[in-house]
């Protein structure tokens, strides 16, 4: 087993998307990082960079802890993308870092790790924050348990950057024949505005057109479990903290998935992150039991602005109650929002 842990950094006291110190919310992270994790276990951790971090600055975060590496990569929309159909600032607000960001996170990080010769990683953003002692090793916990993703919280997405990718991954499901682990049972049918269900008989209605619909499905097609097409539910992985298997990233089936996705280009058109691809993926791909929530450390990861809590927040570990920490960020913005 190769692990390593992985952050995606900027060496500046003032983000260019949210006008954070990045720089200091880095080594925050990494400070805690070791004094609850790494300085037991010494992972390698790769901080990957835009040249931002020269020599000095990389000596300054690494405080001569021997397993961080800085690796320089840059960025580029892809040669197959049209550029002038990508927009600069999408919804005029997200800049094209960000949508760097998320394809290095749900296409590129898996062939560069590979490469490497890792096979593990654990996923830490610079506003990741391990707030809990951890006495186990947690990437050999997955392999112990068969488990080849993990994460910490669940997310549901607002709307607006899922738009169309739900029907997209129908299309893509339909057209392979692919029969998704779980990925359908995120589609609530009682949801579905297509039927007049508000009465009893337009409920009644609604219910044998669904039964009718199934039946025929199962008759003509019994390699797949389609349901109708109704709203996907966007509950995600709220992968700023994720652990995941490469080789399982790697996979013939997994990789033409993430490849037809990242073709269409619905990264840098639409905003569809990282975090739905890969909720996507790991629930078309991998059985329940293959996916593994921590829920015993206590984990951090707020987006502040102005001073207020706009979304994540501080997840309390159920081993670890009682951590000052946690009351003070409730104190100071509320619990955590992972819900619009
Ligand atoms: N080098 C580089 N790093 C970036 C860029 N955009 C984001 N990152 C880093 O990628 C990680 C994730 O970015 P965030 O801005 O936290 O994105 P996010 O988690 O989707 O957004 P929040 O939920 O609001 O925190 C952080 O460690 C960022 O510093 C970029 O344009 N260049
Ligand atoms: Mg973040």
Redesign the pocket.
Known sequence: MKPCIV????NTKR????G?D?RSM?EMSLDLLYLNYNDQFKHDILI???G?FDLESQKEVRKGRDEIKFQEIH?QIPSFLKSEEIPILWDGKY????R???RFYSVTIFHILSELGYDWFMRM???SFIHSKINYNLFEFMDRNGYQYGYRAILKEPQRPTLGFSEAVFAYIKAERLKPKTFLDNFDLSTSVNYEYFSFKGMLKKRLTIFLEKLLNTLNHDFHNWPLPTEWNRLTYYN?FLITNINFWMRRDVQAFVGHFDRLGGTYKYRW?DHILHTAAVQIYLSEEKVFQFDDWTYE?A?IKDGNL???GIFEGKDDKNNPVVKDFIKKYGKARHDY
């Open positions: 952050y995606l950094a900027q983000d260019s998307q949210y954070r990045s880095l990957f960079h835009e931002d960025f800049g094209l870092g960000h760097h960001m998320a953003d610079d506003d700023n992150t990861h987006t706009e979304w994540g």
